[in-house]
């Protein structure tokens, strides 16, 4: 094969975290009272436009949430919307919904 063939090759399949992904897609929630359900945190973002994946962190007795986007509009959009949402597990305080400073990888 000559030096200036270029060949292109597809993989079917591709784990999510290895795919280019436009930055500012990632969402972190904090703020989650210690009585959240582990499946309400879950599922907050399910009905959400472009959403794609997320997950549950427990440390220390407390949850945060990283929810991945396909897009930076629709993480920003579902932020909006999410922002200050008071969990029916965990009436107390409002959720805080912010872009991640990181983007996360993996998720369920």
Same mark, same amino acid.
């Given at each position: 094969?000559?030096?200036?063939?270029?060949?292109? +090759?597809?993989?079917?399949? /591709?784990?999510?975290?290895?795919?280019?992904? !436009?930055?500012?897609?990632?969402?972190?929630?904090? *703020?989650?009272?210690?009585?959240? !359900?582990?499946? !309400? +945190?879950?599922?907050? /973002?399910?009905?959400?436009?472009? /959403?794609? *994946? #997320? *997950?549950?962190?427990?440390?220390?007795?407390?949850?945060?949430?990283?929810?991945?986007?396909?897009? #930076?509009?629709?993480?920003?959009?579902?932020?909006?919307?999410?922002?200050?949402?008071? +969990?029916?597990?965990?009436?107390? *305080?409002?959720?805080?919904?912010?872009? #991640?400073?990181?983007? /996360?990888?993996?998720?369920?």
């Amino acid at each position: 094969m000559a030096s200036e063939d270029k060949r292109t +090759l597809y993989i079917v399949g /591709f784990p999510l975290d290895v795919k280019e992904r !436009e930055k500012g897609c990632t969402l972190y929630v904090s *703020n989650i009272e210690k009585t959240a !359900e582990e499946s !309400e +945190l879950g599922s907050l /973002f399910m009905d959400m436009s472009g /959403f794609l *994946n #997320s *997950n549950v962190i427990s440390k220390g007795g407390r949850f945060f949430v990283f929810a991945q986007f396909t897009d #930076s509009a629709s993480a920003t959009a579902a932020m909006k919307v999410l922002d200050g949402k008071k +969990l029916a597990s965990a009436p107390e *305080n409002g959720i805080r919904v912010q872009l #991640s400073r990181t983007e /996360f990888r993996g998720g369920k």
